[in-house]
């Protein structure tokens, strides 16, 4: 899930849904979030964050983010859109869900 479509308080929401699917409650970097497109797919707020890409087009990599350091990632400042402005982004993202 590409979190950084989500304006911030957006994305805490979705992570606070993500967390009550953890396998256990410690959120170390053992804990998993055990969903899958099927358990979101239909969810207003996952709609934003679920991309295509096509993997010619994938300049860097994917990062896998652990469970303990999920909620300090999804504020990094990671996003670069290239053709509409961060704030428009984040409308078209509320408009969606």
Known sequence: MNFHYLPPLLRVRLLER??????????????????????????????????KYLYPYVQTGFLRINADEAATAIFLPVQRFKK???GKVYADSRRFI
């Open 18 to 51: 993500m967390q009550a699917t953890a396998t256990d409650k410690d959120f170390d970097k053992n804990t998993k979030f055990d969903v899958s497109y099927s358990d979101v797919k239909n969810l207003g707020i996952v709609k934003p964050t679920i991309k």
């Open 84 to 86: 509409a402005s961060e």
